[in-house]
């Protein structure tokens, strides 16, 4: 399939969208002058015609062309719409949907009376109608006539002065290049070029010498009378076989009385011509298509083969090619006299038949009463309506998107009826689910294939750019694309231009070098830059490689010791890998100078943050002296997986199947201390273990290693069971919760539970001591209030304010403990030792990494924004609170029914407690609603509580009030969790300002 035919479809759908705009502009032009249908009917042609001219379907062109010269003299007012140019004018746009049609099943869009009809409406162009027209007399050479020698039959008939409305006569002076081969048959194609849009009126030398002279030197000037305008006569001068020309606008010529003729196809015949060039011709393409166009003047050609671009172009063509001839002007023996010449070795001619009616009957060609001809339209009431299918349609990308969504929902719910059919094993059930999944999952795979976009929507973008960087810094450059037809979701490809760019720019000003110091260095002074893209199993590869200078890894060392990235010692144990990793860290530049394009460390960084969103990787692999290579790994969707779950801790997680290498029983490959961590040695292979306690806690059951691989890294994992593989919907994680390192998002499956899925990239990367030493550095520098107060956000409190948060949460503290006491029947003390306003994404670093229980409330009333409260109470003071009600002693056990319907008694009293105090220090009316639970560790039990409450994204900041339960056996700590939107956060400290200013 070549290139054109990719892009076939897409040609029918945009032409049949502009065809469908100028007939519904006609129509509304029909009813009287609109401006606006002109000018769309104007840019519906023009676009058209560009179209069809890059396309090559040069039919299609021409018609356009002439519609578009009738719509501009409309469009000036040299020009009015009366019904016969409005049937005119339909009856072209008719053509257009004819020729469309031939098109989309594969032809050529060829019209058989294309020049009857361009000469119809160029008719118009005259200021008369059509059925004015004289009719042309057929010329037809008789037996006796002595022809012209051979060398003429190359030279076209003479042209009169055309004499339409806006013609313009042009003095022009025309000088072919010296390296230019058969300069006289380039100077009369050149001539046959410029004839086709005007004539020529005056020209020196003459014709002959032009033709045939050898002595002849390549300068032509010549008068040329044109309506095309100047600017069609310079595109037809701009080639390269022309070293120079001139072009001067004369006076126009005065208008004749008489117009062009219309060519008259009524007697008209039709014939099979059969033309054998001799072999000892040189350039047999130009004179092949010479002679066609000669032809093409006393007819129309059908039926040319080889094909007219094998004819023009291909440098396998024999001379030998076959046509059929439909004209009035020449009887069999005047063609057969016309093809006489020592260029032809051997021609044949026949007859095929007589057209007694208009060329091809329903072609819109009609004979008017006064012998004239002139194009007109079948009538509404005759035309045969053609039945066709819509093959191509818009959609707008939200629609796609919001489809997209609901077929991952139907992928969720598919699963939950799995569960429902094993646990109830309902045979009907099973049946019936078997047929909705495949269902589902062909429909799954459909959307996925619809948002899957060629990478070509971004690389067709990047020539430009290197052209124009390359051009600026004086460098040369051989810019390579490759496998621009790779595929990928349109939610990857959104996020991917930018990265792109990046690389592409940093390798033409840190990796190519100019060409005066590639010379110095023994290489080619035009450097290569490659673009390329890739299939690997389920993944895209795009690789971005220059053979230039590479990374100097010693300039690297020099500016990482500059800034107090690492020490020598350090760097010193760094592999070449980890040495070119520093360039990705924030800020971190090689660059000597700043330039517009480079040198001030914003990129890299940029570009593997951008790429790990993607779930992609970014590797960098560089030899000084010899260029770089970047290696960028993304997968195809980031919509719907397929993930193992599995369980560490009797928790649910699940990992990307793509990122399991290997499940193997932990009793077949033994723990080992490996320094100061711990591995597995599996068939003589070292894996490190990582363990995932502050994620999950220490198992108590670990029998399953599930060995993790991301590239060419491995490391393992230990699991309580392995559940099995199931399709998900993965979504990104909040920002309330903030970067969770090892978890790259969630999902929920069909029982409804919020799972996190592993990030294994970050897992093998980080490491578990890595992760709690980033998890530890993560706390913000706090500043410490009076009365223990501490303000780690970005919300500023003054003392006096912290003293007012003081009073609220001795004011809740007092109130709760109260209640408690009355209801257990035992002495309760409540204690707020520190209060800390922070940020809801580091609240996580303030809670003890244990199993806890969250209980959360709503909190309704006449509010400026909205906002939560949580009672986050650890398990061992779950159970100890359980026993006190019980009357119980608490022991080690896990959490029951009992305990839960406790806590949402405790949970009730303390938030009520909280809230009136709020009411009496703040004169504001809170109550909280029925409550809703989450027991899990506390950054999952966080994600779950915002997934599932659909909390206000404007909540920024919270309230951590930290909390001490004291009874005669136990000391219990809990925590209240005030989470306002900025609305309220605002309002309560408004209001602590008014209570401050009104006791002072």
């Not at 059969?274 to 032809?295: I, Y």
């Not at 080690?892 to 303390?910: C, T, Y």
Request: glycine share 6%; with cysteine.
């Amino acid at each position: 399939m070549s290139d054109l035919d990719a892009y076939r479809s897409l040609y029918v759908a945009e032409s049949r969208e502009n065809h469908e705009s100028i007939v519904s502009n006609l129509l509304i032009l029909e009813q009287g002058t609109d401006s606006h249908a002109i000018d769309e009917i104007f840019r519906s042609a023009h676009s058209l015609k560009g179209m069809s001219a890059s396309m090559g379907f040069m039919h299609m062109e021409e018609i356009c062309h002439a519609l578009e010269d009738v719509f501009s003299q409309i469009r000036s007012g040299n020009l009015h719409v009366s019904q016969a140019l409005m049937d005119d004018l339909l009856a072209g746009v008719d053509d257009i949907e004819s020729m469309i049609d031939d098109i989309e099943a594969g032809g050529e869009g060829l019209l058989e009376h294309r020049d009857a009809r361009v000469s119809a409406l160029k008719a118009w162009l005259s200021g008369s109608s059509p059925s004015t027209v004289e009719k042309k007399e057929p010329v037809i050479p008789d037996s006796g006539t002595e022809v012209e020698p051979a060398g003429d039959m190359y030279e076209n008939p003479a042209y009169e002065s055309y004499d339409q409305a806006g013609n313009a006569e042009y003095k022009l002076h025309i000088e072919l290049s010296s390296e230019v081969d058969s300069i006289n048959l380039r100077s009369m194609l050149i001539l046959q070029n410029l004839e086709s849009i005007g004539s020529i009126s005056a020209i020196s030398p003459s014709r002959t010498v032009v033709e045939d002279d050898p002595s002849f030197n390549g300068i032509i000037d010549l008068t040329f009378v044109t309506n095309a305008g100047k600017a069609a006569v310079e595109t037809i001068l701009a080639i390269s076989d022309i070293r120079s020309s001139s072009l001067s606008e004369e006076v126009s010529p005065q208008k004749k009385e008489s117009v062009e003729p219309v060519p008259d196809f009524e007697h008209a015949s039709r014939y099979a011509i059969h033309v054998e060039l001799s072999p000892s011709v040189d350039s047999k393409n130009l004179r092949a298509m010479l002679l066609l166009q000669n032809l093409e003047s006393h007819g129309a050609l059908t039926n040319i083969s080889p094909r007219r671009e094998v004819i023009e172009d291909s440098g396998t063509f024999s001379g030998i090619f076959d046509f059929e001839l439909t004209s009035s002007d020449f009887s069999e023996e005047g063609i057969k006299s016309f093809l006489k010449g020592s260029d032809i070795k051997s021609s044949s001619v026949s007859l095929i038949q007589d057209v007694s009616d208009p060329i091809l009957s329903g072609s819109g060609i009609e004979e008017h009463q006064n012998g004239t001809l002139a194009p007109s339209r079948i009538s509404a009431g005759e035309k045969v309506e053609k039945k066709r299918e819509v093959k191509n349609i818009r959609v707008d990308i939200d629609r796609l998107d919001h489809m997209m969504n609901l077929v991952e929902d139907l992928v969720i719910n598919r699963g939950r009826l799995e569960q429902i059919a094993q646990e109830y094993k309902i045979k009907e059930l099973d049946e019936t689910l078997n047929m909705v999944g495949r269902s589902v999952a062909d429909l799954q795979v459909m959307m996925m294939d619809i948002r899957m976009i060629p990478l070509n929507h971004i690389f067709n973008r990047f020539p430009r750019t290197v052209r124009d960087i390359a051009t600026k810094e004086g460098k040369e450059v051989d810019f390579i694309v490759e496998g621009g037809e790779t595929e990928l979701d349109r939610s990857v490809m959104d996020g991917l231009n930018d990265p792109l760019l990046h690389l592409i720019r940093n390798g033409l000003d840190h990796g190519i070098e100019p060409p005066d110091v590639r010379i110095r260095n023994g290489k080619n002074p035009k450097g290569t830059l490659k673009l390329s893209a890739s299939r690997d199993k389920d993944n895209v590869v795009i690789v971005i490689e220059d053979d230039g200078a590479g990374i100097n890894q010693e300039k690297i060392k020099k500016k990482a010791l500059e800034r107090g990235l690492a020490t020598e010692e350090a760097l010193a144990a760094m592999s070449e890998s980890e040495i070119n990793d520093l360039l990705f860290l924030p800020g971190f530049s090689t660059a000597d100078k700043i330039t517009d394009i480079s040198g001030r460390g914003v990129g890299l960084d940029v570009v593997r943050t951008t790429i790990a969103s993607l779930q992609g990787t970014i590797k960098l692999e560089s030899v000084f002296g010899q260029g770089s290579r970047f290696e960028l790994v993304l997968p195809p969707t980031m919509a719907i997986v397929m993930v193992m779950m599995i369980r560490i801790n009797n928790r649910r997680c699940a990992i990307p199947i793509t990122n399991v290498a290997e499940v193997a029983s932990l009793a077949a490959f033994p723990i080992q201390n490996i320094g100061h961590g711990e591995g597995i040695l599996m068939r003589d292979e070292i894996i490190v273990l990582y363990r995932l306690d502050d994620m999950f806690g220490r198992s108590k059951s670990e029998e399953v290693i599930v060995v993790l691989q991301n590239q060419n890294r491995k490391g393992a994992v230990i699991a309580d069971l392995i559940e099995g593989q199931q399709e998900v919907v993965i979504k990104p994680l909040s920002k309330f919760v903030g970067t969770c390192d090892g978890v790259s998002g969630v999902t929920i499956p069909g029982d409804g539970e919020v799972v996190p899925v592993l990030d294994v990239k970050a897992i093998l990367r980080e490491g578990s001591g890595q992760k709690s030493a980033k998890k530890n550095s993560g706390k913000r520098v706090k500043k410490v209030m009076k009365n223990n107060v501490i303000a780690d956000g970005e919300h500023l409190i003054t003392d006096i304010q912290a003293d007012e948060l003081r009073e609220l949460g001795n004011i809740g503290a007092s109130h709760a403990a109260t209640t408690l006491s009355t209801i257990l029947n035992t002495l309760i003390s409540i204690h707020v030792p520190e209060i800390i306003l922070v940020q809801l994404q580091n609240l996580r670093y303030y809670l003890d990494d244990t199993e806890a229980a969250m209980v959360v409330f709503q909190i309704q009333g006449q509010l400026v924004g909205n906002g939560y409260i949580i009672i986050h109470i650890p398990k061992e003071s779950i159970i100890r609170l359980t026993s006190i009600m019980l009357g119980q002693s608490a022991s080690d056990r896990e959490i029951d029914d009992m305990d839960k319907s406790a806590l949402h008694e405790i949970g009730n009293i303390m938030t009520s407690s909280f809230l009136d105090a709020c009411a009496t220090l703040l004169s504001i009316i809170m109550i909280p609603s029925p409550p809703s639970m989450v027991i899990d560790m506390p950054h999952a039990a966080l994600q779950s509580i915002i997934a599932t409450q659909e909390i206000d994204e404007n909540v920024d900041e919270v309230v951590l009030f930290k909390t001490e339960l004291q009874c005669a056996e136990y000391n219990i700590s809990a925590n209240i969790i005030l989470l306002p939107s900025k609305g309220l956060l605002n309002e309560l400290f408004a209001r602590m300002d008014s209570v401050i200013s009104t006791s002072g």
